[in-house]
Protein backbone atom coordinates (compact mmCIF):
# COMPACT_ATOMS: atom_id res chain seq x y z
CA UNK A 1 0.00 0.00 0.00
CA UNK A 2 1.31 3.44 -0.98
CA UNK A 3 1.63 5.75 2.17
CA UNK A 4 -1.02 8.68 2.00
CA UNK A 5 1.66 10.93 2.51
CA UNK A 6 2.86 10.13 -0.87
CA UNK A 7 -0.21 10.41 -2.69
CA UNK A 8 -0.75 13.60 -5.19
CA UNK A 9 3.09 13.71 -6.17
CA UNK A 10 2.01 11.93 -8.99
CA UNK A 11 2.86 13.26 -12.65
CA UNK A 12 1.60 11.60 -16.29
CA UNK A 13 5.21 12.15 -17.83
CA UNK A 14 7.09 10.02 -19.98
CA UNK A 15 10.97 10.91 -21.02
CA UNK A 16 13.36 10.04 -23.70
CA UNK A 17 16.72 10.22 -23.76
CA UNK A 18 18.95 10.75 -21.16
CA UNK A 19 17.08 12.61 -18.16
CA UNK A 20 18.39 15.62 -15.71
CA UNK A 21 19.30 13.77 -12.84
CA UNK A 22 17.06 13.37 -9.22
CA UNK A 23 16.30 16.12 -6.87
CA UNK A 24 17.14 15.33 -3.09
CA UNK A 25 13.17 15.24 -3.09
CA UNK A 26 12.69 12.85 -5.83
CA UNK A 27 15.69 10.45 -4.44
CA UNK A 28 13.32 10.72 -1.23
CA UNK A 29 9.68 9.84 -2.60
CA UNK A 30 11.79 6.79 -4.74
CA UNK A 31 13.38 5.42 -1.40
CA UNK A 32 10.13 5.56 0.37
CA UNK A 33 8.30 3.93 -2.85
CA UNK A 34 10.72 1.29 -2.91
CA UNK A 35 10.60 0.44 0.55
CA UNK A 36 6.52 0.06 -0.22
CA UNK A 37 8.10 -2.94 -2.89
CA UNK A 38 6.29 -1.18 -6.15
CA UNK A 39 8.47 -1.81 -8.97
CA UNK A 40 10.69 0.65 -10.66
CA UNK A 41 8.09 1.55 -13.58
CA UNK A 42 5.38 1.92 -10.56
CA UNK A 43 7.47 4.26 -8.88
CA UNK A 44 8.45 6.15 -12.19
CA UNK A 45 5.23 6.93 -12.90
CA UNK A 46 4.35 8.61 -9.46
CA UNK A 47 7.32 10.51 -9.30
CA UNK A 48 7.56 11.57 -13.11
CA UNK A 49 10.83 10.32 -14.16
CA UNK A 50 11.82 7.17 -16.51
CA UNK A 51 12.58 4.29 -15.23
CA UNK A 52 16.13 4.04 -15.98
CA UNK A 53 17.10 7.40 -14.17
CA UNK A 54 15.47 5.34 -11.46
CA UNK A 55 17.35 2.01 -12.15
CA UNK A 56 20.52 3.93 -11.51
CA UNK A 57 19.52 5.67 -8.86
CA UNK A 58 18.42 2.19 -6.83
CA UNK A 59 21.24 0.37 -8.06
CA UNK A 60 22.97 2.27 -5.84
CA UNK A 61 22.30 5.44 -4.60
CA UNK A 62 25.56 6.42 -2.51
CA UNK A 63 27.52 6.97 -5.63
CA UNK A 64 24.14 8.36 -8.01
CA UNK A 65 25.48 11.21 -9.04
CA UNK A 66 29.08 11.56 -8.39
CA UNK A 67 30.17 10.95 -11.91
CA UNK A 68 31.36 13.82 -13.91
CA UNK A 69 29.05 14.11 -16.95
CA UNK A 70 31.17 13.71 -20.24
CA UNK A 71 28.27 15.37 -22.65
CA UNK A 72 27.81 18.24 -24.12
CA UNK A 73 27.89 22.04 -21.78
CA UNK A 74 24.43 22.78 -20.40
CA UNK A 75 22.93 25.69 -22.98
CA UNK A 76 21.18 26.91 -20.10
CA UNK A 77 22.72 28.56 -17.17
CA UNK A 78 21.22 27.95 -13.85
CA UNK A 79 20.67 31.89 -13.57
CA UNK A 80 18.86 31.55 -16.53
CA UNK A 81 16.62 28.89 -15.63
CA UNK A 82 15.94 30.74 -12.35
CA UNK A 83 14.82 33.50 -14.30
CA UNK A 84 12.75 30.99 -16.14
CA UNK A 85 11.45 29.79 -13.06
CA UNK A 86 10.19 33.06 -11.69
CA UNK A 87 8.97 34.13 -14.69
CA UNK A 88 6.60 31.41 -15.15
CA UNK A 89 6.05 31.52 -11.20
CA UNK A 90 4.91 35.11 -11.29
CA UNK A 91 2.78 34.58 -15.11
CA UNK A 92 1.56 30.92 -15.28
CA UNK A 93 1.86 30.95 -19.03
CA UNK A 94 3.01 28.18 -21.67
CA UNK A 95 6.65 26.52 -22.50
CA UNK A 96 6.18 28.40 -25.53
CA UNK A 97 5.66 31.57 -24.56
CA UNK A 98 8.52 31.81 -22.00
CA UNK A 99 10.87 30.70 -24.62
CA UNK A 100 9.61 33.51 -26.89
CA UNK A 101 9.00 36.27 -23.83
CA UNK A 102 12.71 35.14 -22.34
CA UNK A 103 14.41 34.51 -26.03
CA UNK A 104 15.99 31.09 -24.72
CA UNK A 105 18.43 28.92 -26.39
CA UNK A 106 16.48 25.94 -26.05
CA UNK A 107 13.68 24.12 -27.40
CA UNK A 108 10.28 24.19 -26.32
CA UNK A 109 10.42 20.71 -24.91
CA UNK A 110 13.64 21.50 -22.93
CA UNK A 111 11.59 24.44 -21.39
CA UNK A 112 8.95 21.94 -20.68
CA UNK A 113 11.73 19.19 -18.88
CA UNK A 114 13.18 22.62 -16.94
CA UNK A 115 9.37 23.19 -15.50
CA UNK A 116 8.50 19.48 -15.23
CA UNK A 117 11.82 19.44 -13.08
CA UNK A 118 10.93 21.92 -10.48
CA UNK A 119 9.98 20.90 -7.40
CA UNK A 120 7.63 24.02 -6.76
CA UNK A 121 5.81 23.90 -10.41
CA UNK A 122 3.01 21.85 -11.57
CA UNK A 123 0.74 21.81 -14.48
CA UNK A 124 -3.33 22.17 -12.48
CA UNK A 125 -6.65 23.01 -13.71
CA UNK A 126 -7.71 26.61 -12.79
CA UNK A 127 -10.41 26.77 -10.10
CA UNK A 128 -13.78 27.51 -11.65
CA UNK A 129 -15.90 29.03 -9.20
CA UNK A 130 -16.84 32.35 -8.24
CA UNK A 131 -13.79 34.50 -5.84
CA UNK A 132 -16.20 35.05 -3.35
CA UNK A 133 -14.49 36.26 0.11
CA UNK A 134 -15.42 36.14 3.77
CA UNK A 135 -17.07 39.47 3.44
CA UNK A 136 -19.23 37.94 0.28
CA UNK A 137 -19.97 35.13 2.37
CA UNK A 138 -21.32 36.77 5.22
CA UNK A 139 -23.59 39.59 3.48
CA UNK A 140 -25.30 36.46 1.75
CA UNK A 141 -25.88 34.79 5.32
CA UNK A 142 -27.08 38.32 6.61
CA UNK A 143 -29.52 38.74 3.84
CA UNK A 144 -30.58 35.83 3.56
CA UNK A 145 -31.51 35.55 7.65
CA UNK A 146 -33.61 38.80 7.25
CA UNK A 147 -35.60 37.42 4.91
CA UNK A 148 -36.04 34.03 5.42
CA UNK A 149 -39.62 34.59 6.62
CA UNK A 150 -41.17 37.06 4.57
CA UNK A 151 -43.93 34.75 3.64
CA UNK A 152 -46.25 36.45 0.95
CA UNK A 153 -43.47 38.95 0.17
CA UNK A 154 -41.88 36.46 -2.25
CA UNK A 155 -44.48 36.33 -4.48
CA UNK A 156 -44.26 39.01 -5.50
CA UNK A 157 -40.65 38.68 -6.46
CA UNK A 158 -39.07 37.31 -9.45
CA UNK A 159 -35.61 36.07 -10.15
CA UNK A 160 -33.49 36.58 -13.16
CA UNK A 161 -29.77 35.66 -14.32
CA UNK A 162 -28.14 35.04 -17.58
CA UNK A 163 -25.28 32.26 -18.80
CA UNK A 164 -22.64 33.37 -20.86
CA UNK A 165 -21.59 30.51 -23.04
CA UNK A 166 -17.74 30.33 -24.37
CA UNK A 167 -17.95 29.75 -27.85
CA UNK A 168 -14.40 29.25 -28.42
CA UNK A 169 -14.18 26.47 -26.26
CA UNK A 170 -15.43 24.07 -23.26
CA UNK A 171 -15.73 26.43 -20.05
CA UNK A 172 -13.95 24.42 -16.83
CA UNK A 173 -10.82 23.18 -19.28
CA UNK A 174 -8.26 26.26 -18.33
CA UNK A 175 -5.04 25.07 -16.95
CA UNK A 176 -1.99 26.96 -16.20
CA UNK A 177 1.49 26.13 -14.62
CA UNK A 178 0.91 27.05 -10.86
CA UNK A 179 4.01 27.40 -8.22
CA UNK A 180 3.15 25.34 -5.44
CA UNK A 181 4.34 27.86 -2.46
CA UNK A 182 1.23 29.83 -3.82
CA UNK A 183 -2.74 29.85 -3.76
CA UNK A 184 -4.66 28.54 -6.25
CA UNK A 185 -6.00 30.95 -8.95
CA UNK A 186 -9.39 31.62 -9.32
CA UNK A 187 -11.35 32.40 -12.77
CA UNK A 188 -15.20 33.02 -12.80
CA UNK A 189 -17.37 31.87 -15.68
CA UNK A 190 -20.15 34.21 -14.68
CA UNK A 191 -20.27 37.38 -17.23
CA UNK A 192 -22.31 40.35 -17.41
CA UNK A 193 -22.47 41.99 -20.62
CA UNK A 194 -19.41 42.08 -22.52
CA UNK A 195 -20.46 41.82 -26.18
CA UNK A 196 -21.26 38.61 -26.34
CA UNK A 197 -24.50 35.68 -26.35
CA UNK A 198 -25.87 34.78 -23.28
CA UNK A 199 -29.31 32.88 -22.07
CA UNK A 200 -31.23 34.83 -19.94
CA UNK A 201 -34.09 33.00 -17.88
CA UNK A 202 -36.26 33.93 -14.67
CA UNK A 203 -38.70 31.73 -12.04
CA UNK A 204 -40.80 33.37 -9.60
CA UNK A 205 -43.00 31.52 -6.57
CA UNK A 206 -45.61 30.82 -9.52
CA UNK A 207 -42.93 29.14 -12.17
CA UNK A 208 -40.15 29.46 -14.85
CA UNK A 209 -40.20 31.63 -17.58
CA UNK A 210 -39.17 31.02 -21.24
CA UNK A 211 -35.29 31.09 -21.78
CA UNK A 212 -34.16 34.00 -23.95
CA UNK A 213 -31.30 33.54 -26.39
CA UNK A 214 -29.19 37.36 -26.06
CA UNK A 215 -26.93 38.71 -28.68
CA UNK A 216 -24.70 41.57 -28.28
CA UNK A 217 -24.26 44.15 -25.54
CA UNK A 218 -27.03 44.31 -23.13
CA UNK A 219 -28.32 47.89 -22.14
CA UNK A 220 -31.89 48.84 -20.40
CA UNK A 221 -33.66 48.87 -23.63
CA UNK A 222 -33.01 45.67 -24.69
CA UNK A 223 -33.48 44.01 -20.99
CA UNK A 224 -37.03 45.45 -21.32
CA UNK A 225 -37.79 43.74 -24.44
CA UNK A 226 -36.59 40.88 -23.53
CA UNK A 227 -38.82 40.69 -20.58
CA UNK A 228 -41.33 41.15 -23.28
CA UNK A 229 -40.01 38.84 -25.45
CA UNK A 230 -40.51 36.13 -22.32
CA UNK A 231 -43.88 37.29 -21.44
CA UNK A 232 -42.60 37.79 -18.33
CA UNK A 233 -45.19 40.92 -17.72
CA UNK A 234 -48.49 39.28 -18.97
CA UNK A 235 -47.84 35.65 -17.38
CA UNK A 236 -48.72 36.00 -14.01
CA UNK A 237 -44.94 35.85 -12.63
CA UNK A 238 -45.54 38.66 -10.56
Sequence with gaps: MVPLALEGLHKDISL?????QLTDKRKGQTLAYKETKLSTNAIATRVGRSWRVLDSFLSNPKVYG??????????????AERRLLREVSKTGVTARSLKESLQLPISVRRVQEVLRDSENMVNQKLLACLPLKAAHIADRLK??????????????????????????????????LRDLRKEREIYSNRKSGGGSAFVWGAFS?????????????????????????????????T
Excluded: C, M
Design 66 to 79: TKKSSGRPRKLTPT
Design 143 to 176: WAVQHVEHGPYWSSVVFSDEKYFNLDGPDGYQYY
Design 205 to 237: SKGTSELAFLEGKQNAEKYINTLGVTGLHTSGY
Design 16 to 20: GGKGK
